[in-house]
């Protein structure tokens, strides 16, 4: 390529680091900068009046009032085609988890103005997981979407090799698991105080459809009061755990810190002896990449996980922590060791590690469409 190509990011992330999806996305864009393309963003803030131009990582942002309804704003296909009326030089769209009507009109949009439409796939929902009527929208906007728009597609990008199995037959598909920037700050190690018996961490946000938390909250609990083990429990309360699971925790080795920043959430997974993630086995565990699996690598700090998503392949490959299983969740944590000696590199997801396949993955296109 003898110009540089722009690329446009929409979907529902909120930058600068709003949600898991704009550290997706960021890393992302890090990667195909990388490459050698252009990247813009398309952010809607409920910080800002009116529209504006901004920066965010050293990337041209185009930033929008986010609508009262926060769907409204991810439908905006209007502003879209204004930014490509106005930038010509931007060669392919990326559409992080856009929903079907959204997407069936930008498809059309792009095709219309000979740009190439990429999607970034990372979760497949099922519609039973939220009441009726909604859950009937759902399943319309789920199906739609994943069986009949995203193959249609000119690329995609997934997250996991359910979704690279399911797609890349029927069209260009390159699996990138979540990605860090490895060179951050956030990622240094920290000096771990000293501490007595195990201390194992949980950080995000569970949901009943794929976090088996309570499993291992219980596992703490019953363990017997000679052993000394501690579960910090980051990004939700005592009583929220009570509502998604429907019973309360009582006792003091289980922890509830609620919701706090990105940097102090990863300081827990820092200090911690293990991280721990366990979920059932259904295809939104399937098709979805745990980001607190790869958070928790590159803090240097190994993993207990059941198999699900790619999280076994990845520890075999690794040697970065350790498989269990429902049945044997108690006896496995009563077995752990404090001092672990797990070795392991904690750039396995650095987004440099993936410049080859990004590159190919696009190049593939862009020939495949002239």
């Not at 925790?249 to 940097?263: A, C, E, L, P, T």
């Not at 996980?305 to 429902?326: F, H, I, P, Q």
């Amino acid at each position: 390529m003898n110009d540089v190509q722009t690329m446009l990011y929409v979907g529902g992330f909120v930058l600068p680091d709003g949600n898991a999806a704009a550290q997706r996305v960021v890393a992302n864009a890090k990667l195909f900068s990388n490459i050698g393309y252009n990247i813009v963003f398309l952010n809607y803030s409920d910080d800002i009046l009116t529209p504006r131009k901004t920066n965010y990582f050293g990337f041209e942002c185009f930033e929008c009032p986010k609508a009262e309804w926060d769907i409204a704003s991810r439908m905006d296909t209007d502003r879209i085609e204004e930014i490509l009326e106005a930038r010509r030089d931007i060669r392919f769209v990326v559409a992080y988890n856009y929903p079907a009507l959204s997407l069936a009109r930008l498809i059309k949009i792009c095709r219309q103005k000979n740009v190439l439409c990429i999607g970034d796939v990372t979760e497949w929902y099922r519609a039973r997981d939220v009441a009726f009527p909604k859950s009937l929208l759902k399943y319309i906007d789920t199906t739609i979407r994943m069986r009949i728009l995203q193959p249609r597609m000119d690329g995609l990008i997934v997250i996991s090799s359910y979704l690279e199995n399911y797609y890349s037959t029927r069209v260009p598909t390159v699996l990138l698991p979540p990605l860090v920037d490895i060179s951050e700050n956030k990622w240094a190690s920290i000096e771990t105080p000293l501490h007595d018996g195990l201390w194992l961490v949980y950080a995000g946000k569970p949901s009943k459809t794929k976090e088996r938390l309570d499993l291992v909250a219980k596992a703490v609990v019953n363990l017997p009061n000679t052993v000394s083990i501690r579960l910090d429990v980051v990004g939700i309360t005592a009583e929220e755990f009570l509502r998604i699971y429907g019973y309360a925790i009582d006792d003091d080795r289980v922890v509830f810190h609620g919701r706090v920043s990105h940097d102090e959430a990863l300081g827990y997974v820092k200090r911690a002896d293990y991280s721990i993630i366990v979920r059932d086995d259904n295809r939104v565990t399937r098709a979805g990449f745990p980001t607190k699996f790869v958070e928790s690598i590159s803090c240097g700090t190994p993993v207990i996980c059941n198999d699900n998503s790619d999280l076994k392949a990845w520890v075999k490959r690794t040697r970065c922590g350790y498989v269990t299983t429902e049945n044997t969740l108690l006896g496995d944590i009563k077995n752990l060791d404090q001092n672990n000696t797990t070795n392991f590199r904690h750039d396995h997801f650095d987004f440099h590690r993936f410049s080859s396949r990004a590159r190919s993955f696009f190049e593939q296109i862009d020939k495949r469409k002239g």
